[in-house]
């Protein structure tokens, strides 16, 4: 059991913890492991002046907040260090492999198979971590004696940190979520109303478990925190990039200048491009995001989107799905 009503860490030697990414979501994950007094931590990029060897040199846990480009070029560069099996390895980040289709947890595994592999992930805007604002996670891995110490390592007064053994649902969620957001800020910019939302997050969900489960995910994952939770945070909050994305589509501005504009990751992009690839050949149903994929390739407008939506056959609500 671990205290955390001050931060205090009853049964924790000291640890230390390299967080490789230094984005928004790296800085404010070493902003949050700093909560913990008997954590050292280092945040290293590829600006910084000390090598990844040394910055890793020692540590307990290696985290990687890099975005999904740079997730191969990040186990490269791992690898070519001396890092031990004992080093537990945590992965933050929210895509998929453009030409693997393999989840980055996924990738680090077959790179270091003899490493136990956390995924973080949960409904997580980085700029309210960065404003000290309470949150919850989770931490989930087939090892759980590795989940459990993270949790312990990232449990703090301001996160609440829960831990389970469904690393790719986990994963999923918050991958999977981000094609949903951009589907989302379509419908706040158009003003579509509640009743609209609240259809488009609760069919976006089957949807995200249709592809999630063909992929190796557990069902109930997806009515967790890394699931429903991202997808509501993300879905809602204007906060969200990807929900950036497609509000500034709804009000008629290309998508080059809204990428502009916004200048940072938007991991929905090419996840949705792998998300339709996997239903197509699978002959998964996933008709948000099919319209995402349009909407981006500037196929359709906003509006055909919602139209082609609402247009489709009728059907049952529960027919095809697997819950
Ligand atoms: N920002 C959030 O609120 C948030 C929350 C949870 C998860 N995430 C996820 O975290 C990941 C990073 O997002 P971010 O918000 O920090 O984006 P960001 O654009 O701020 O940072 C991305 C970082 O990845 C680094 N990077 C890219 N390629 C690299 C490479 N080859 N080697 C080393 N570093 C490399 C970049 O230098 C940059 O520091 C994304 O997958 C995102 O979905 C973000
Ligand atoms: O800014 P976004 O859209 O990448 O979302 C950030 C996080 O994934 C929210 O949990």
Same mark, same amino acid.
């Given at each position: 059991?671990?205290?955390?009503?001050?931060?205090?860490?009853?049964d924790?030697? $000291?640890?230390?913890?390299?967080?490789?990414?230094?984005?928004?979501?790296?800085?404010?994950?070493? *902003?949050?492991?700093?909560?913990?007094?008997?954590?050292?931590?280092?945040?290293?990029?590829? *600006?910084? @002046?000390?090598?990844?060897?040394?910055a890793?040199?020692?540590?307990?846990?290696?985290?990687?907040?890099?975005?999904?480009?740079?997730?191969?070029d990040?186990?490269?560069?791992?690898?070519?260090?001396?890092?031990?099996?004992?080093?537990? /390895?945590? &992965?933050?980040?929210?895509?998929? !492999?453009?030409?693997?289709h393999?989840?980055p947890?996924?990738?680090?595994?077959?790179?270091?198979?003899?490493?136990?592999?956390?995924?973080?992930?949960?409904?997580?805007?980085?700029?309210?971590?960065?404003?000290?604002?309470?949150?919850?996670?989770?931490?989930?891995?087939?090892?759980?004696?590795?989940?459990?110490?993270?949790?312990?390592?990232?449990?703090?007064?301001?996160?609440?940190?829960?831990?389970?053994? !469904?690393?790719?649902?986990?994963e999923?969620?918050? &991958?999977?979520?981000n094609?949903m957001?951009?589907?989302?800020?379509?419908?706040?910019?158009?003003? /579509?109303? &509640?009743?609209?939302?609240?259809? /488009?997050?609760?069919?976006?969900?089957?949807?995200?478990?249709?592809?999630?489960?063909?992929?190796?995910?557990?069902?109930?994952?997806?009515?967790?925190?890394?699931?429903?939770?991202?997808?509501?945070?993300?879905?809602?909050?204007?906060?969200?990039?990807?929900?950036?994305?497609?509000?500034? /589509?709804?009000?008629?501005? $290309?998508?080059?200048?809204?990428?502009?504009?916004?200048?940072?990751?938007?991991?929905?992009?090419?996840?949705?491009?792998?998300?339709?690839?996997?239903?197509?050949?699978?002959?998964? @149903?996933?008709?948000?995001?099919?319209?995402?994929?349009?909407l981006?390739?500037?196929?359709?407008? @906003?509006?055909?989107?919602?139209?082609?939506?609402?247009?489709? !056959?009728?059907?049952?609500?529960?027919?095809?799905?697997?819950?």
């Amino acid at each position: 059991m671990i205290n955390t009503a001050r931060g205090d860490r009853v049964d924790m030697a $000291p640890v230390t913890i390299a967080i490789i990414g230094a984005g928004v979501w790296g800085a404010a994950l070493a *902003r949050l492991a700093r909560q913990n007094p008997q954590a050292i931590v280092r945040l290293w990029s590829r *600006r910084s @002046p000390e090598s990844l060897a040394e910055a890793i040199g020692g540590a307990n846990f290696v985290l990687s907040a890099v975005s999904m480009k740079g997730v191969s070029d990040s186990i490269t560069r791992l690898a070519a260090t001396e890092m031990p099996p004992s080093t537990v /390895l945590i &992965t933050a980040t929210k895509g998929l !492999d453009a030409q693997s289709h393999q989840t980055p947890s996924q990738m680090w595994h077959s790179a270091f198979p003899q490493n136990p592999i956390v995924v973080l992930s949960g409904p997580n805007l980085s700029q309210e971590i960065e404003h000290g604002l309470p949150a919850a996670t989770v931490v989930a891995s087939y090892d759980q004696g590795a989940a459990e110490a993270a949790q312990r390592l990232f449990a703090s007064n301001v996160l609440r940190v829960y831990a389970n053994l !469904d690393p790719i649902g986990t994963e999923l969620g918050g &991958t999977l979520k981000n094609v949903m957001a951009i589907a989302a800020g379509v419908c706040d910019g158009l003003q /579509l109303g &509640t009743n609209a939302k609240a259809a /488009l997050l609760t069919r976006a969900l089957p949807e995200m478990i249709r592809i999630g489960t063909h992929l190796g995910a557990q069902a109930e994952t997806f009515f967790g925190l890394a699931g429903l939770g991202d997808l509501l945070a993300t879905c809602n909050s204007a906060l969200s990039r990807n929900y950036q994305v497609g509000y500034g /589509l709804a009000q008629g501005k $290309p998508l080059d200048r809204v990428l502009a504009e916004i200048h940072s990751t938007v991991e929905g992009i090419n996840t949705v491009e792998v998300l339709v690839a996997i239903a197509r050949e699978q002959q998964i @149903p996933v008709p948000i995001a099919r319209q995402v994929h349009r909407l981006l390739h500037g196929q359709i407008t @906003p509006q055909q989107a919602v139209r082609a939506l609402i247009d489709r !056959d009728l059907k049952q609500e529960f027919e095809d799905e697997l819950l």
